[in-house]
């Protein structure tokens, strides 16, 4: 694994953002759900492509505080824009647990 510099990781922006909506998504190669995500007055709502669906159930996403890369550029997935490449875990048999805050914390936090 290749180190990074301070400036690299400061490049990156790791915000908080909750969960608005979650739907299916038939037209993914593997089976995913379309994420609308809340990060708050400053960055907005963001649409994001995520393959959470072997640990989640989509009434279980709506209102769950994420963590999410918000300076990537959007990728074109399939019939959507995704804005925002939200974070996780792989686990075994390529289950995604993902990556959230301890407690609540204010939409479009960054991570420090």
Do not use: C, H
């Amino acid at each position: 694994m290749a180190n990074i510099t301070w400036e690299d990781f400061e490049a990156v922006e790791l915000r908080v953002g909750t969960i608005l909506k979650a739907e299916p998504f038939p037209e993914a190669r593997k089976p995913a759900y379309k994420l609308e995500v809340d990060f708050g007055d400053e960055i907005g709502v963001k649409r994001s492509s995520a393959q959470i669906t072997k640990l989640y159930t989509e009434d279980a996403l709506i209102g769950q505080q994420v963590i999410a890369v918000t300076n990537f550029p959007p990728k074109q997935i399939g019939p959507i824009k995704s804005e925002v490449l939200v974070t996780g875990f792989i686990g075994e048999e390529g289950t995604v647990t993902l990556a959230i805050p301890d407690g609540k914390v204010p939409n479009g936090t960054r991570l420090a």
